[in-house]
């Protein structure tokens, strides 16, 4: 270096005919100088205090139930103060319980009749493998069909007959009324706030699906033709696939009861998603 130095020169090193370094140099010492300024208002506006409304309050999940609870109730006193008292009412449930109990009691009676028959052994008409397959066969087959007549008995306990609105201690509560196991017993009846029942969150799909309008009145006589044959089968698919019955929960979703959206719904199902519902907003057909 002190060779190069003394070899050179110190003049050349210092100076320069071209003005491209300087430029360069300013350009570097401004673009320093621009970051430094800004480091410096990012760190100032960091350290300093946010306004109280930005600040997010947390908001507590006691608190949040209390609130949509308060807000089913007053929307339960709104109704009953509008002269709302029944707010749903199912059809009837005669054909699919009478077909229900019909065969359950068939396959019941099935499984009572084979089993006494002396079905279990099938004595010297078989030896071998044959005669055990046969009879494990046999066992199975009464099994399923003990197991099909149960379902069908119980498949469709507790279907709600009515739902309506009655006056309790100043607030109005929700009247549930169940069927019972037996058909022809009187329905026992579950009286409760509205905040303590819940639906799932496709039944007004299912609903919609289900509701069948005449848009034409000349066509009226195979409107009602046709809401026959779709009456039939929406019957017949609510019993074998359950399609249009859904669960109604109540008491923290611990019990449950049956609602077929068959039925009749006081506002076209608006009144019922209110007081089942926790949302803010209100129901467009209401």
């Known amino acids: 270096m002190i060779s190069f130095v003394a070899r050179f020169g110190s003049s050349n090193l210092r100076s320069s005919p071209s003005p491209l370094p300087s430029l360069l140099l300013r350009r570097l010492q401004h673009q320093h100088a621009f970051k430094a300024a800004a480091w410096a208002r990012g760190l100032r506006s960091s350290s300093?205090?946010?306004?109280?409304?930005?600040?997010p309050t947390p908001v507590r999940a006691a608190e949040s139930a209390q609130g949509s609870n308060r807000r089913q109730q007053y929307r339960a006193n709104e109704m009953y103060s509008r002269g709302v008292r029944n707010v749903y009412t199912s059809p009837?449930?005669?054909?699919?319980l009478g077909f229900s109990w019909?065969?359950?009691?068939?396959?019941?009676?099935?499984?009572?009749?084979?089993g006494t028959q002396g079905h279990w052994d099938m004595g010297d008409q078989?030896?071998?493998?044959?005669?055990?397959?046969?009879?494990?066969?046999?066992?199975?087959?009464?099994?399923?069909?003990?197991f099909v007549g149960w379902y069908c008995l119980i498949k469709y306990t507790g279907l709600v007959r009515s739902i309506d609105l009655v006056k309790k201690n100043g607030?109005?509560?929700?009247?549930?009324?169940?069927?019972?196991?037996?058909?022809l017993l009187k329905p026992r009846?579950?009286?409760?706030?509205?905040?303590?029942?819940?639906?799932?969150?496709y039944w007004l799909h299912e609903l919609d699906e289900l509701t069948l309008d005449s848009g034409d009145v000349r066509r009226r006589g195979a409107f009602h033709f046709g809401k026959i044959m779709w009456t039939i089968f929406v019957r017949f698919r609510a019993w074998v696939f359950r399609y249009g019955v859904v669960d109604l929960r109540y008491n923290d979703e611990s019990k449950r009861v049956l609602l077929d959206l068959g039925g009749q719904f006081s506002n076209r199902g608006a009144d019922l998603w209110e007081l089942t519902s926790t949302s803010k907003t209100r129901f467009p057909l209401s």
Do not use: Y
């Open 48 to 55: 300093k205090a946010l306004p109280s409304r930005t600040i």
């Open 92 to 96: 009837s449930h005669v054909g699919m």
């Open 102 to 114: 019909f065969v359950g009691t068939v396959c019941l009676a099935e499984v009572a009749l084979m």
């Open 126 to 146: 078989m030896t071998g493998w044959q005669k055990q397959v046969t009879e494990a066969g046999n066992r199975l087959g009464l099994i399923f069909f003990g």
């Open 171 to 183: 607030n109005a509560l929700v009247s549930m009324k169940v069927r019972r196991f037996v058909p």
């Open 189 to 201: 009846e579950i009286i409760l706030p509205a905040s303590d029942i819940s639906l799932p969150p």
